[in-house]
């Protein structure tokens, strides 16, 4: 062989190995390629969250608010709806008629979510500074209201300081997203759980808008919910108005306005259940979202301005009327034992803290405190609430006199979560005891597969039960009446619920514990129940 022909073969081997080289190089590179790709694509999100938001900073925004409403006091208002995690004061602002159509808009119910808190300031300002005629037509005949943060506290991620996702921590079939407290769905331990979610639904039973708004980044979508004829006649026009608003414009029409469910735990939802035409608003994808304001003001906000102004003026004129509590009418029958009109005990929440009582009680994992965000009467109410640990759990305030022979309480009650799954679970709302002996129970109670009122007394030999022929519900006020006595032959009780007796025991030993001497009053005590949280009003003796 001829050293060309060596040189050759020795070239050949090298080019032939080099390749193979590079063959292997590639094909490791592309399988390392094929395994991040779907950690890198889990992470655009997480990407565009942390460096690409180009929201106004939250100091900057409720400045321009503030500063906004300063310089059209005769246009706009705001009040302080709650308090968030960390304690940043909560607003909605109003603008326009009271007795106008309303339309409430919310923004950053996820923290780095901020479109909706941008798009309803400049809507807002247009609206407040505009001459034209439109602008004036919704002045006069809308109440346009918005809350710029639901979560105030995070900029940064989804979930509120408790790591609780809020669009999963609203009451109506609470449950839905995770259980796990680690996870960006987490649903929160039970529903309303947290500050944030309680001002908010607070301000929906307030202002009860024939419109609501829940608005987020992070997809392409619009929908609504409506669970009556008018929400869905709202729906209707909303819909057919911001086709035409957007073709008159020519603009690019960014959205397709559709029906949807309402979803467990939503913002949106809550108002459903309260009767509005409630959307879900998202109003772009993250890899849609323009790297500056002016960007998305150009692209995004001529299309979401034209969805708000087919809200308002769908709804204008029609009049809304804000909702406060009414006691029940008096029953055309007096029962057979009625509450006396002098009362000696009032254990009212107004002072926004349990001092009214003697004092609180609540076992490992329960909680009790007070709320705006439901109530029966004037501006607070008590929140108690179990974790569902099993067994006998409590949570409740008490109030401690000198024993009563008979004793009659008033008082208001809302459940707002049950935990109550199979026959025998129980929580009771009220209890009287005498000398740390509990003698008279009101509550709700399974038997037979139905959850009904209880009513339960001591006499002298046990415990004697009554049961109501028909089932409580949730989410409704109750006014409970509780009357017993102390007798060793025509001892017994009474339960009425809105001022219709609705089961009573009688002639039975109940003299032998003495007279009552305290009440504990909120859940008082729940046995082998989930997660169980009520609401409770004006107590009274």
């Keep these: 062989m001829t050293e060309n022909s060596v040189n050759n073969t020795r070239n050949t081997a090298i080019k032939q190995k080099t390749h193979l080289k590079i063959s292997t190089v590639a094909i490791v590179l592309s399988l390392l390629l094929m395994i991040s790709l779907p950690m890198f694509a889990t992470n655009v999100e997480a990407s565009v969250r942390s460096i690409?938001?180009?929201?106004?900073?939250r100091a900057t925004m409720m400045q321009q608010w503030f500063t906004l409403e300063n310089q059209h006091p005769n246009?706009?208002?705001?009040?302080?709806?709650?308090?968030?995690?960390?304690?940043?004061?909560?607003?909605?602002?109003?603008?326009g008629n009271p007795n106008g159509g309303a339309v409430m808009w919310d923004g950053s119910t996820h923290g780095c979510e901020d479109t909706g808190t941008e798009a309803s300031y400049w809507f807002t300002k247009w609206l407040v500074e505009s001459t034209s005629q439109r602008a004036k037509n919704i002045v006069a005949g809308n109440y346009w209201l918005v809350i710029p943060y639901v979560n105030y506290d995070r900029s940064d991620g989804r979930t509120n300081m408790h790591g609780v996702d809020l669009n999963r921590n609203f009451v109506y079939n609470w449950g839905t997203g995770s259980s796990s407290s680690?996870?960006?769905?987490?649903?929160?331990?039970?529903?309303?759980?947290?500050?944030?979610?309680?001002?908010?639904?607070?301000?929906?039973?307030?202002?009860?808008?024939?419109?609501?708004?829940?608005?987020?980044?992070?997809?392409?979508?619009?929908?609504?919910?409506?669970?009556?004829?008018?929400a869905r006649a709202i729906g209707s026009s909303i819909t057919q108005r911001y086709n035409a608003e957007v073709s008159s414009r020519g603009l690019t029409k960014q959205y397709n306005i559709r029906t949807r469910s309402a979803s467990g735990g939503f913002v949106a939802s809550d108002a459903y259940e309260l009767g509005s035409c409630a959307f879900l608003f998202e109003t772009q994808t993250w890899n849609e979202l323009p790297g500056t304001m002016s960007e998305w003001r150009s692209k995004w906000y001529p299309n979401i301005e034209a969805v708000i102004l087919a809200a308002l003026e769908s709804v204008q004129n029609a009049r809304t009327q804000q909702t406060q509590p009414t006691p029940p009418e008096t029953p055309s029958?007096?029962?057979?034992?009625?509450?006396?009109?002098?009362?000696?005990?009032?254990?009212?929440?107004?002072?926004?803290?349990?001092n009214?009582?003697?004092?609180?009680?609540?076992?490992?994992?329960?909680?009790?405190?007070?709320?705006?965000?439901?109530?029966?009467d004037g501006t607070y109410s008590a929140l108690f609430a179990s974790n569902g640990n099993g067994g006998y759990e409590k949570a409740f305030c008490y109030e401690t006199f000198s024993d009563k022979a008979e004793l009659h309480s008033r008082s208001y009650v809302y459940v707002l979560r049950s935990g109550i799954a199979q026959n025998n679970d129980r929580f009771y709302f009220t209890i009287f005891?005498?000398?740390?002996?509990?003698?008279?129970?009101?509550?709700?109670?399974?038997?037979?597969?139905?959850i009904r009122w209880n009513l339960l007394i001591r006499n002298r030999n046990g415990w004697v039960d009554a049961y109501s022929s028909s089932s409580p519900a949730l989410n409704l006020w109750y006014r409970v009446d509780l009357h017993w006595k102390n007798d060793a032959n025509?001892?017994?009780?009474?339960?009425?619920?809105?001022?219709?007796l609705i089961c009573s025991?009688?002639?039975?030993n109940t003299a032998a514990f003495g007279g009552a001497n305290q009440v504990c009053f909120g859940l008082a005590e729940a046995y082998d129940c989930a997660t169980t949280a009520v609401y409770v009003d004006d107590f009274t003796i």
Excluded at 78 to 95: A, C, M, P
Excluded at 197 to 226: C, D, E, L, W
Excluded at 333 to 353: A, H, K, M, V, Y
Excluded at 490 to 500: F, T, W
Aim: charge should be negative.
């Design 433 to 450: 005891r005498s000398n740390d002996e509990s003698v008279a129970y009101v509550g709700w109670r399974m038997v037979n597969g139905v």
């Design 75 to 95: 246009l706009i208002t705001h009040e302080k709806i709650g308090e968030s995690v960390q304690g940043n004061d909560l607003y909605v602002f109003r603008i």
């Design 356 to 376: 009214g009582w003697d004092g609180t009680t609540t076992t490992s994992g329960e909680s009790a405190f007070v709320t705006s965000s439901e109530k029966y």
């Design 490 to 500: 025509n001892g017994g009780a009474e339960l009425l619920v809105d001022g219709h």
């Design 333 to 354: 029958t007096i029962p057979s034992t009625s509450l006396s009109t002098s009362t000696s005990f009032d254990g009212s929440f107004e002072s926004r803290n349990f």
């Design 182 to 230: 680690s996870s960006e769905t987490y649903h929160g331990p039970y529903a309303a759980s947290e500050p944030e979610t309680q001002a908010v639904r607070y301000a929906q039973q307030k202002y009860n808008p024939k419109v609501y708004f829940n608005v987020h980044t992070g997809m392409h979508t619009i929908g609504y919910s409506a669970g009556n004829s008018a």
């Design 52 to 57: 690409g938001r180009p929201y106004t900073s």
């Design 505 to 508: 025991i009688s002639r039975v």
